[in-house]
């Protein structure tokens, strides 16, 4: 990759797809209708935790006037890349695509505490994109969670000591059994074929919604869709784009691609709107004039999260009565990322009983946000807190979301506050709904 010299620091150079161009700034007009939506500055109340506030610290060190320092990768790191900004903008500032060329710099210029930097290079670079790593890592938290390790750690103060107890609390359960991808599966529609589409089965989702996956792959089925989970597919790349290691999304990215593109589908379906927004987004990872980018482009053209797929063919199945309230907490890359609104409240309504009550702020940001809940763990306990008073307030029994990663924080979120509300993904509460054979 070509690059140039900036003050001591390498950056790519012009054109390229790691580099902010000018114009991407020049949108914002600093009108701060962006503010009162931005979780950080709402928070906080400080400028530099802004959206607006961030963007002009993104063109100062563009410009040379200021290093990539601590205070500026501080300032970035707090952002949780929710979007919420971009939904109110005015001037259509794409704000998730800067902080993310942004981290991407700063991960290139930008030398970290050594202990923080190993983890993240043993995370992003060693254990991410190696599925059979990640399998081997899944299964030691698996054994530490079920032989009482974890919980013997917590009685003797060793997670506090180590200041790990919060994010101990938000440690997913691992699955029995992972969610197989080693050989292609089809799985036949039920009825009348409607659409042949592939099924994304994810990454760390694999490990932790298990049922979650079998539960998007039901519901497609009885909806007349024969569902194809190709082999071969891994991570989306989600994580280490947020992280700043575009390298490594792009070589994920790759892999996807020649896994998904190999054979036509209606649509490639997934059930992680964090997931979805990055695949809907490959093109930003590849330069114009490359053959990946036209490649991206075409598999981003296919993917649909599967709340937006099912509203879009409409729902065939046939529903049985769940008399329950719940709730509906959008998820931010589903919400803010794809601008799929409407959908999942649709599909929640057309259960048959079923009482939708919305809470206040449901657009606004749970605290997970990837690995936010971990790199930035009291400022996402904080943001939990407020997602869960309002989810009390609605006096409804279930909380629903469209996102493997909110589930994790909201189910954290109803145990911490004990507020006795169940967490559920849109479809495993149409696979309740939808009556067996």
Not at 130 to 157: D, I, K, T, W, Y
Not at 378 to 396: I, Q
Request: glycine residues 8%.
């Amino acid at each position: 990759m070509a690059t140039v010299e900036t003050e001591g620091q390498t950056t790519p150079a012009a054109g390229e797809p790691d580099r902010a161009d000018y114009r991407d700034y020049a949108r914002c007009v600093h009108c701060g209708l962006c503010l009162n939506h931005c979780p950080t500055y709402r928070l906080w109340g400080r400028e530099a935790d802004s959206p607006r506030g961030r963007i002009r610290q993104m063109i100062l060190v563009d410009q040379g006037e200021i290093k990539i320092d601590e205070a500026f990768v501080t300032h970035i790191d707090r952002c949780l890349d929710c979007r919420a900004c971009q939904t109110v903008c005015p001037s259509g500032v794409e704000y998730g695509k800067l902080v993310e060329l942004a981290r991407g710099r700063i991960e290139r210029n930008y030398s970290r505490p050594t202990t923080e930097r190993l983890l993240r290079n043993l995370f992003y670079r060693k254990l991410l994109p190696h599925p059979g790593r990640m399998a081997a890592l899944g299964r030691l938290v698996r054994f530490s969670q079920r032989s009482g390790l974890e919980r013997l750690a917590g009685g003797l103060g060793l997670l506090r000591a180590l200041g790990l107890e919060k994010r101990a609390e938000l440690m997913p359960p691992i699955d029995s059994q992972f969610f197989s991808t080693k050989e292609t599966r089809t799985f036949p529609a039920r009825g009348e074929r409607r659409a042949r589409v592939a099924f994304f089965a994810g990454c760390i989702a694999r490990m932790t919604f298990s049922a979650l996956n079998e539960a998007t792959i039901r519901v497609l089925q009885a909806n007349g869709c024969e569902v194809v989970v190709p082999s071969g597919q891994w991570c989306c790349g989600a994580l280490a784009v947020h992280a700043g290691f575009r390298d490594v999304a792009r070589d994920l990215a790759r892999r996807n691609l020649d896994v998904f593109l190999s054979e036509e589908f209606d649509a490639i379906v997934t059930n992680a709107a964090g997931c979805g927004s990055t695949l809907k987004e490959y093109g930003l990872l590849f330069g114009p004039e490359s053959t990946e980018h036209e490649r991206a482009e075409t598999f981003s053209q296919r993917v649909r999260d599967v709340t937006e797929f099912l509203d879009q063919i409409g729902l065939a199945a046939p529903l049985q009565s769940l008399p329950v309230r719940v709730t509906y907490q959008d998820s931010c890359h589903l919400l803010h990322g794809q601008k799929v609104s409407e959908a999942p409240r649709r599909l929640i309504e057309a259960v048959p009983g079923v009482d939708l009550v919305e809470m206040a702020f449901a657009d606004q940001c749970c605290g997970s946000a990837g690995v936010y809940n971990v790199t930035e763990t009291d400022t996402a306990m904080e943001l939990l807190r407020l997602k869960m008073e309002n989810a009390k307030a609605t006096g409804a029994t279930a909380i629903i979301t469209a996102n493997p990663g909110c589930l994790l924080q909201l189910r954290a979120g109803a145990k911490l506050a004990s507020t006795g509300q169940e967490v559920l993904h849109v479809v495993e509460l149409l696979d309740r709904a939808t009556q067996k054979p």
